[in-house]
């Protein structure tokens, strides 16, 4: 009897004979969900290195009073830049990368619902990144780049204050990440609903699975306000409206709401994965199941829910009055409830637990430990008095760096040094990764701390420059000196991973004794996932069936060392065969395993989108259809679009 820890390998697979291909056209087309996140993983740490470098531009600049590396123009594009690009170009997408390659593993699932919308989604965001930073280069360097702010505000973004394109590239450029973002979600929520493998309840589901799930909602409900506020403004701009233009009739106030309706959610659109990646290596690397497995699945649904009613606190300065304010103020310190509980959670996994400090156990606790703190910050800004002494002070960009570089950033860092044995087969090295750790984490506090202090002494962020006597030259200095120790360290860390590619350690299947079902396949994966369906009836199969857990407990204690400390017990052999593999009493020596063919079609779709919004920004010559004048990219754009999206719907599967 097959096990699920050996998967057992069919003897043929239906899949027709076809021509050698080259490595690119294969990349190019390719629908396995398992290179679709290797695509978005190399992407967004491209993205992350082009936004560390604008930061250390900024930093550089603000190293002693009254330097000339930059001009103010300049800077104001470099924190625009920055922001979007870490965000929606670093962050988000490498997030993505882990939904797209673990998700569908840990749910026994062969592939994701939609794989050709999966590629789609890819090549979408892709293009949209190219669209963003193309403004550095139109019309030389520095081009037409956008500098109002990530966030955007009105009037800032109007003609009569942005006459050039720049604002053009920003919002064009976020509608077509946005299309990427709900296409990916809509996969993701379906492929989990669907596809889950026999004995996959919801409540067995791995965390970082429920992550993904809660996410791919939070998406679905965040981003259509984004897209209206970017409409609105595209219509001021190309169209003449006045939605955001106070002499027009309209509100730029509105701005505010609908942006930050998106924003503050955009914020654990972020760190839920981060969460529950350190949520899989905890556990893992303490020996036990996690702590209070339940209470953390409801903790991540209340922080999705709670964070839509919070979004006015970002706004306590622009005179929404006292009794807003009050609401606000209440639901923001609400929130800090279930984020706490996940904190108690992962400290009671750990707690008496046989722990083994690799670079991922590392940065899982280092994410703890600085969440902690920007999670403090945050509760202090639920305070309106506070928030109003502190609001746009280096104060303010020291709590979100602590929640999204201390937060989102370690745990994802985590997350590839864990699973780089699952994508490569092979081991990072962990002297280099500890050596990574530790000058990430010296770096980070250097460069972020001092700010809580410039923030208490007054400097207000996104100015360039300060004057000699300002008293903020050593916080300055030391944020500096830290940031390029944080640099050096991300460039340990690409060297580590360049370095493991070629020489590091072979990886069996599952390296970490790790206890969920992505483990139970080879390192790296066949393109079928699993040669047999498994099926389960254990949140921690792999455990389950090599130490004989029990049915899941909440008040479950056993270190997974070989000897009991509460319910281990000696395996039943016969249950055992019947609920882990009953998928096995098939033959498999005749099993067909039929997985979608590659295509170009998304692709081709993807390129015909991006040149509908590429059209606005670049064509002077317009065709008259009807009343409205269309740019003839913006046509050819649709063309190919409508071409690709037919050609998809007709593709045989074969």
């Known amino acids: 009897m097959a096990s699920i820890a050996q998967q057992p390998q069919p003897t043929t697979v239906e899949r027709p004979v076809t021509p050698a291909r080259s490595r690119v056209w294969d990349w190019l087309t390719t629908i396995d969900h398992k290179k679709i996140g290797i695509l978005y993983g190399v992407s967004a740490i491209f993205f992350f290195l082009v936004g560390g470098f604008e930061a250390l531009l900024i930093r550089a600049q603000l190293i002693r009073p009254l330097n000339g590396i930059v001009g103010p123009e300049t800077y104001n594009e470099l924190f625009t830049m920055h922001g979007t690009t870490m965000i929606f170009l670093a962050v988000m997408p490498l997030s993505v990368a882990f939904f797209n390659y673990i998700m569908p593993l840990q749910i026994g699932a062969r592939d994701v619902a939609f ?129 955001f233009e106070a002499a027009a009739g309209g509100d730029p106030l509105l701005w505010q709401h609908l942006f930050w309706v998106f924003g503050h959610p955009e914020v654990y659109i972020l760190i839920l994965p981060a969460f529950g990646v350190i949520s899989e290596i905890i556990p893992t690397f303490s020996r036990k199941p996690l702590f209070g497995y339940a209470v953390m699945v409801y903790a991540i649904a209340a922080i999705a829910f709670l964070g839509f009613g919070v979004w006015a606190h970002h706004m306590f300065t622009t005179g929404l009055g006292p009794t807003a304010n009050s609401v606000f103020a209440a639901s923001t310190m609400l929130i800090a409830i279930p984020t706490g509980v996940k ?46 002494q502190q609001n746009d002070s280096y104060f303010v960009v020291a709590h979100f760096h602590y929640v999204l570089f201390g937060g989102s950033i370690f745990g994802l860092i985590a997350a590839i040094y864990y699973w780089f044995p699952k994508f490569t087969g092979r081991m990072m090295d962990e002297r280099l990764g500890k050596w990574n750790f530790w000058t990430t984490f010296l770096g980070f506090n250097m460069t972020f701390f001092p700010m809580h202090f410039l923030g208490l002494e007054g400097m207000p962020r996104r100015y360039y420059t300060y004057a000699e006597g300002s008293g903020w030259a050593f916080w300055n200095l030391i944020s500096t000196i830290g940031a390029f120790i944080l640099g050096a360290s991300i460039l340990l860390f690409i060297y580590n991973i360049a370095r493991s590619l070629q020489t590091g350690e072979r990886a069996g299947a599952n390296p970490w004794d790790a206890g969920t079902l992505e483990w139970a396949t080879s390192s790296p994966p066949s393109v079928y996932n699993f040669a047999v369906v498994p099926t389960i009836e254990h949140r921690d199969p792999l455990w389950a069936e090599k130490y004989g857990l029990e049915e899941e407990e909440e008040d479950l204690e056993i270190t997974i060392a070989g000897k009991e400390t509460g319910h281990a017990h000696v395996p039943d052999e016969n249950r055992r065969e019947q609920t882990l593999m009953a998928a096995v009493e098939a033959d498999t020596g005749t099993a067909d395993i039929h997985m979608p063919n590659p295509s170009y079609y998304p692709l081709i779709a993807a390129i015909g989108f991006t040149l509908v919004a590429v059209g606005l920004l670049f064509e002077n010559v317009d065709i008259p259809i009807g009343a409205l004048p269309v740019p003839i990219i913006t046509l050819v754009g649709v063309l190919i679009l409508v071409g690709g999206i037919v050609g998809w719907s007709l593709e045989p599967p074969d």
């Not at 999966?118 to 500098?147: H, K, M, Q, R, T």
């Not at 799930?213 to 701009?237: E, Q």
């Not at 590392?362 to 639920?382: C, N, P, T, Y």
């Open 115 to 243: 794989p050709r919308l999966n590629a789609f989604s890819y090549w979408v965001f892709l293009f949209g990144g190219i669209l963003l930073n193309a403004s550095w280069f139109v019309g030389g360097f520095p081009g037409e780049v956008p500098n109002q702010g990530w966030y955007g505000y009105a009037p800032l973004t109007e003609l009569a204050w942005n006459p050039t394109r720049a604002v053009d590239f920003w919002v064009l450029g976020l509608l077509v990440l946005g299309v990427s973002s709900v296409a990916g979600a809509l996969n993701f929520t379906v492929t989990i609903l669907n596809m889950r493998a026999p004995g996959v309840t919801l409540m067995r589901m791995p965390i970082f699975t429920w992550s993904t799930l809660i996410v791919s909602i939070l998406i679905f409900m965040a981003f259509p306000a984004i897209t209206i506020a970017l409409f609105l403004l595209a219509m001021d701009r190309f169209v003449g409206t006045g939605f």
């Open 343 to 388: 904190i108690f959670n992962w400290i009671g996994t750990m707690w008496l637990g046989q722990l083994r400090f690799t670079t991922a156990m590392l940065f899982a606790v280092g994410l703890v430990s600085q969440f902690v703190i920007g999670g403090l910050s945050g509760v202090m800004h639920a305070v309106v008095p506070v928030d109003t």
